[in-house]
């Protein structure tokens, strides 16, 4: 095949047409660039039109090249210039690749991907406690490529040292479960494949169930001392020991779940999925009075303090008051230390003490099933013993 001569379509830029090929309705055009450099000159094929080669790319190379040559830097043909780009393509493929990687590990993920998410739905403390896990417990395992972490590295590198540093069994089933989250998010982003590892974790299995509750008199005690640290610790306790509410509960109220002509809290979103209704006694009334003092229905019913360090503080007082009190003094089991979720047991207890049948108890609780308030059986009166005294001489002197 005879090609065409070449022909000038501006300095130092020329072409030549196939005999035959087209681009379009006009014959298919070879590009070439033509310089001097170094005193020689210089010939470059840009490329055919049909390629994406044209007469504007020529000219748009020729000024880099010249525009190179002026300053003295840069590639200075177009050989040059194309292993440059080359490079720079491979490099910034590389730092992509790199990113990739670091995105696939189990911290380049939780930074890129969980945590953002998270943070929209969790609130503060729940947030912040994740992040603890997260960086204390399962940064052992932060570098390595998530699909690669199994059952024995989380045995290894999270729940033995979690194990030998004292932590409970509840507290090492709440790390795990972080990691649980972070593999179901990678699941849905199809980042990783297969059986979430945490179950096959072999986890202890220790009683750590909470069986202690306050006297009346040490309850009192209690309320007296918080209403001097602190009116708000003082309130928050109050409403979890005449309700059951748990912590969370207590701060997530609103007046607009208050109902204080019928004496109800409706308390919703609960740990259980289950809504249910708190009812207000006379110190509950007394205490929700002094609060409400102008504020707006929509807000919060703690509003004033609801800030980042309110969970903090509330502990601090009670924990502060607890220990004034000496009311841990001895206790070295930690399932028979006042906590402040003792005041939910201490609810639950006081009532299956005064006689109230355990389906009223679990309700108010907000318990999934009865099963979950028959730990609190034992301190019921014992109806049984006399129900059944109640046959004794009933035969009278006939036997």
């Known amino acids: 095949m005879v090609m065409a001569a070449w022909i000038s379509a501006g300095k130092g830029i020329r072409y030549r047409e196939h005999p035959t090929r087209k681009h379009g309705k006009r014959p298919d055009r070879y590009w070439c660039l033509q310089y001097r450099l170094d005193g020689r000159n210089i010939n470059e094929a840009v490329g055919w039109w049909s390629d994406g080669a044209s007469q504007t790319q020529c000219e748009e190379l020729l000024a880099e090249l ?160 918080l209403k001097r640290k602190s009116a708000a610790a003082h309130d928050v306790a109050l409403l979890s020991l005449f309700t059951g509410l748990r912590m969370g509960e207590c701060l997530s109220l609103t007046w607009a779940d208050l109902d204080l002509e019928d004496g109800r809290i409706f308390i919703k979103d609960t740990k259980t999925k289950r809504n249910r209704h708190a009812f207000i006694t006379a110190e509950i009334r007394q205490m929700l009075t002094r609060r409400c003092q102008g504020q707006p229905k929509t807000d919060q019913v703690f509003t004033a303090e609801k800030n980042r360090n309110f969970y903090a503080k509330i502990m601090y007082h009670f924990y502060m008051a607890v220990n004034e009190l000496g009311l841990n003094d001895g206790r070295t089991d930690r399932r028979q230390k006042l906590v402040f979720h003792s005041l939910r047991h201490t609810f639950a207890s006081w009532l299956v003490q005064m006689g109230k049948p355990l389906y009223t108890v679990s309700r108010l609780m907000g318990h999934s099933s009865v099963k979950m308030t028959e730990r609190y059986a034992h301190l019921a009166p014992d109806t049984q013993r006399a129900a059944a005294m109640e046959l004794e001489g009933i035969l009278g002197h006939e036997y």
Do not use: C
């Open 66 to 225: 010249r525009r190179n040559h002026k300053i003295g830097q840069g590639p200075r043909t177009l050989r040059d210039m194309r292993s440059f780009h080359r490079e720079r393509r491979e490099r910034e493929a590389a730092v992509r690749k790199a990113a990739l990687d670091k995105k696939r590990t189990l911290g380049g993920f939780v930074e890129a991907e969980y945590l953002p998410r998270v943070k929209l739905t969790l609130a503060v403390r729940g947030y912040e406690r994740q992040i603890s896990f997260l960086r204390t417990w399962l940064a052992p395992l932060s570098a390595k490529p998530l699909p690669q972490i199994t059952a024995d590295d989380l045995e290894k590198s999270t729940l033995r040292p979690m194990l030998a540093a004292g932590r409970s069994p509840n507290t090492i089933r709440n790390a795990l479960s972080v990691f649980s989250g972070v593999w179901k998010l990678a699941l849905d982003l199809r980042l990783v494949s297969g059986d979430n590892p945490v179950a096959k974790v072999k986890r202890p299995k220790v009683d750590n169930q909470r069986d202690r509750f306050l006297t009346k008199a040490e309850a009192a005690r209690l309320l007296t001392v």
